[in-house]
């Protein structure tokens, strides 16, 4: 049976791939490993193979995980934890105390409370506007036409560094309008470059369509299926 180091291994060796299949430099390309739903000791299983930089959806889950890698040899190791989940109101002082990046803006709102609350004695925090670039209305994401206003409106808040855009598009094979859909988010990235926006952040690409985003340039990709396996269970907490 597959371990979760040969499963990096080999996500890994797909990345490398599809990165120099598309005439880019594979470090280009950061590996989000995406933990939600489980245990904490399959995510220091991850660090033990070298992996740095996870992704979770529900913070109270993440914060319990994050305590209890800090009780095993793992806790000297640097990580960095990323939101990839939606984020309420009344959870956005824990986020901003303990995330190093939230990838899910698309409210204004929320960009000020995570930016009034990010405590001074950290980096600022580093956030990425999220894009519904599939137009569902059961998918979070601001509508692709709005996105450069909320980036700008993100970028002057003093405690938040705006990194870029994210994306989750509707799951299909096809994967001509896989590429079609990130590639409206490289050219929504590339309009704001052009606004005078230093972004430098593509996160989008998961399991099954990572080679697409990767050909539309996607800098970080957010792989949980390929290396954890199916979902643990259902969370219990938000």
Do not use: C
């Amino acid at each position: 049976m597959a371990t979760i180091g040969d499963n990096l291994q080999a996500v890994r060796k797909r990345l490398a791939a599809a990165a120099r299949a598309a005439g880019r430099d594979p470090a280009a390309v950061t590996l989000l490993a995406v933990s939600k739903t489980h245990p904490a000791d399959r995510i220091v299983e991850a660090i033990d193979a070298g992996q740095r930089a996870f992704g979770e959806n529900y913070v109270q889950e993440a914060v319990h995980k994050m305590d209890a890698i800090g009780g095993t040899p793992a806790r000297a190791i640097p990580l960095e934890w990323h939101l990839i989940g939606p984020l309420q109101s009344n959870k956005t002082r824990l986020v901003a105390e303990r995330f190093d990046w939230v990838q899910t803006i698309d409210r204004q709102k929320i960009a000020e409370r995570l930016s009034a609350q990010r405590p001074q004695t950290h980096a600022r925090l580093n956030v990425l506007v999220q894009v519904n670039v599939s137009g569902e209305d059961s998918k979070s994401g601001v509508a692709p036409e709005a996105a450069l206003a909320l980036a700008q409106a993100v970028d002057r808040l003093p405690r938040l560094r705006l990194r870029g855009l994210m994306a989750v598009p509707e799951p299909t094979d096809d994967a001509a309008l896989q590429r079609a859909r990130f590639r409206i988010l490289r050219e929504l990235l590339e309009a704001a470059q052009a606004h005078g926006l230093a972004l430098d952040t593509l996160s989008m690409g998961m399991s099954d369509d990572m080679e697409a985003a990767i050909a539309e340039g996607a800098t970080m990709v957010r792989i949980g299926t390929a290396i954890f396996g199916a979902r643990a269970r259902a969370p219990s907490a938000a």
